[in-house]
């Protein structure tokens, strides 16, 4: 709503579906949430802490681990093998989701098994489940310059899409950027493949050779990879 000559925009609620497939998952928020990462995509719990229910809303949520205990907002597992990861010079895992929040276009790589009533024991298990995110709509302008890795003389950024909205990432390269690549971009396809897969897209149509549904837009909620051609690449994603 518009109050006088500024923008009110109030907390959102932000629900994204996810289809039945145990896969990985390139993702970032559309909103900033000043909650865990456990409120929002935990629904508020983890089976490591003094709850009782450990999927208080079925369809909802998934289960994020990284501790054999449970420790850190983590969902425990036997093996404690984490789940949830950033990007630099390589997957990072996460620290924690009980104190870590999350920021509008921030990129992170997770497995998503289903919602919470998956049983964390079989490998094979899996559903779909919808993800709730509240917090502040991101709006305006933002400007990305991230290197996140640098491999055999060549340069990336893990970026993330930061609205609510779908980009085109084909007009941006060419508009908004500097020293990125205009002819390819990256991204992960969770639905090729066992677990998914990477899929290389032409941005100057679209196309890919991997069979994949996936083309020049990013939706909401996606994350995806740019190679840079300089060691200081510059892309805006504007508000139009």
């Not at 449970?70 to 597992?77: C, E, M, P, Q």
Request: glycine letters at 8%; charged letters at 15%; hydrophobic letters at 30%.
């Amino acid at each position: 709503r518009l109050v006088g000559s500024e923008m009110c925009i109030r907390d959102s609620t932000i629900e994204r579906i996810i289809p039945p497939k145990r896969a990985y998952r390139f993702i970032s928020s559309s909103v900033n949430t000043t909650t865990s990462i456990k409120e929002n995509w935990q629904e508020g719990v983890n089976n490591g802490d003094t709850s009782t229910n450990f999927n208080p809303n079925p369809g909802y949520g998934t289960h994020i681990t990284g501790s054999p205990s449970g420790a850190n907002g983590f969902d425990a597992t036997l093996t404690g093998n984490a789940s949830m990861f950033y990007f630099n010079n390589g997957w990072q895992a996460i620290s924690n989701t009980n104190v870590n929040t999350l920021t509008a276009g921030e990129p992170y790589r997770l497995m998503i098994r289903g919602d919470r009533n998956v049983d964390l024991t079989n490998n094979t298990s899996s559903s779909s489940t919808t993800l709730i995110t509240e917090g502040s709509l991101f709006y305006g302008a933002t400007t990305y310059n991230p290197i996140t890795a640098t491999t055999g003389g060549k340069h990336f950024s893990f970026i993330g899409n930061p609205f609510q909205s779908r980009i085109d990432i084909s007009i941006l390269t060419q508009a908004n950027s500097t020293n990125y690549s205009t002819n390819f971009y990256y991204a992960w396809d969770p639905m090729i493949n066992s677990r998914g897969g990477f899929v290389t897209i032409d941005l100057s149509d679209g196309s890919n050779v991997q069979s994949s549904s996936m083309n020049q837009i990013i939706e909401p909620g996606q994350a995806f990879f740019l190679e840079a051609l300089s060691a200081t690449p510059s892309i805006s994603i504007l508000e139009n």
